[in-house]
């Protein structure tokens, strides 16, 4: 059965750093797109990034430059760190998966499974 369970959310002031996490299991992992959206009370859904098969990423425009998405294949697990917090950055964030699709195709797929969520709380 596939899971996601994703880790590390929290408070934090402008311009602090998180590493959200998310467990993967029940699915070959490191040959699916993975990514992460979040939902902020602006947006119901934003796309945050993606990576592929081979480790291509790609990335929303409010967050590229200050976020990074990666992968342990080993581990089966998604991370992605998170830098130079706003408050805009404020919200539940999701680990989400194409299981079996090995590339994530255009900016931002939308996934079949997610995880449940874990919230992110920036204050200025």
């Known amino acids: 059965q596939l899971q996601l369970k994703e880790s590390g959310g929290g408070s934090v002031q402008a311009g602090g750093s998180l590493r959200l996490s998310c467990a993967a299991s029940?699915?070959?992992?490191?040959?699916?797109?993975m990514g992460w959206f979040r939902r902020t009370p602006k947006k119901m859904r934003e796309g945050v990034a993606t990576?592929?098969?081979?480790?291509?990423?790609a990335y929303g425009d409010s967050v590229k430059g200050r976020f990074t998405i990666s992968k342990d294949n080993a581990e089966n697990t998604l991370y992605l760190q998170m830098n130079s917090l706003n408050p805009e950055d404020t919200g539940v964030y999701y680990c989400?998966?194409?299981?079996?699709?090995?590339?994530?195709?255009?900016?931002?797929?939308?996934?079949?499974?997610w995880g449940r969520g874990t919230q992110v709380t920036v204050s200025s």
């Open positions: 029940g699915y070959a992992f490191s040959k699916s797109c």
């Open positions: 990576i592929d098969m081979i480790g291509g990423t």
């Open positions: 989400a998966t194409n299981a079996g699709y090995g590339f994530c195709g255009d900016f931002f797929p939308t996934f079949q499974d």
